[in-house]
């Protein structure tokens, strides 16, 4: 009895100790605070050859018996393959606050259109994402077909394609330094036409490999544009948009695609970035959209301390914009992974606490759209950022 006491008391220590650390890799799931509940549904967007994924989540007084998960089973196993992770620890069976299937709420609603990070995938901001939809907003989240970790058009599933967002150890390493240096330049330039000629020497030297994707993210972007206006979305939020009113959001990659947009696509008012660059092929003049840049200024992935703060400030100054930096967020802190504290420990978080990030990220988009899409409220300042309006 005694050997089974000494065995049996490290295997409990064990199984609560990967208790703990399931439990601590989980995120907090969305908790919205809007009037409404949220609708949800997958479909996808065809042109052609070309076709686009699209989540919709959207204001709804219905339930339903089906939710959709948080890591489904088969984007955890493509979460697995791209991050040499055993699928079973990224899945999340959790159901989030939304409802297959539920018809919109009556009335014209304003449309936002999500893009994701470099190599990730639709809702990586499902917290972002599933709150402006509880306040009246239909937010699109799309994945894109072999840049995203795992796009799907009915049956047919297509996993991130070989070559996009892979970087080994020391490629990481360089290009993080050179962002590092490239911040600093940005930083220091007094006027736009300064920038450009900083910003080309970045995107020739730190972002060269992913120069020819952007067009493929900025055309599948117009084709779901295109489609909103044909009305080739599902009937249960095909009579409920105001297409009048579009705006558009995205971290890191898919905040430069959401820049573009507002610059290059009259349909859209008001875009707003969140810890991405803006490359210089973007640049228009004359557009008549809003535009806010959010910056995290304490990001130390791969052992590079990197401070994104203001590098955009030359174009927030050029249409009037604002800009807002997180004291304390790293770049990921502008996702869902800012609710796994425990990723502190491996440098993907900064020190800013997790709750403050997520309500102020929350409040200052919803601040944004509300301002420039339905010209109600206003931009405040929030404890623990720094605000300037142009």
Known sequence: ??????????????????????????????????????????????????????????????????????????????????????????????????????????????????????????????????????????????????????????????????????????????????QKRGNDELRATTSLEEWKIAMRAIQNEAFADIVDQFPVWTGNNTIVLDALESGSVPATIADNLDLTKIGYFGHSFGGSVATHMGLNDDRVKAAYNMDGPVFTWSLQDNSSAAFCFAYGDSNNQGGVATDFSWVNQQIAKATNGCERTFLGASHMNFSDLNEISMMKWFGQLGPIDKYQMRDNLNGSLLEFFNLHLRGTGKISERAGTKLIQH
């Open 1 to 178: 009895m005694k050997r089974v006491w000494i065995i049996g008391l490290p295997l409990l220590a064990l199984v609560l100790a990967v208790g703990y650390l399931f439990t601590q890799l989980q995120p907090e799931l969305p908790q919205p605070t809007g009037a409404h509940k949220v609708g949800y549904e997958r479909f996808a967007i065809v042109e052609g050859d070309e076709w686009v994924d699209v989540q919709a989540f959207y204001p709804t007084s219905e339930t339903s018996e089906q939710q959709p998960q948080a890591i489904p089973a088969d984007l955890a196993v493509e979460f697995g393959k791209a991050y040499n992770t055993p699928a079973i620890a990224m899945q999340d069976d959790r159901p989030l606050p939304a409802f297959i299937g539920a018809k919109a709420v009556d009335g014209n609603h304003p449309v936002l259109i999500f893009n994701h990070g470099h190599g990730m995938y639709a809702t990586q901001n499902s917290h972002q994402i599933i709150e402006l939809a509880s306040h009246g907003y239909v937010v699109l989240a799309l994945n894109h077909p072999g840049h995203s970790l795992l796009s799907k058009n009915g049956d047919l599933a297509v996993p991130r394609q070989p070559g996009i967002a892979e970087y080994s150890p020391e490629e990481v390493t360089t290009l993080l330094e050179r």
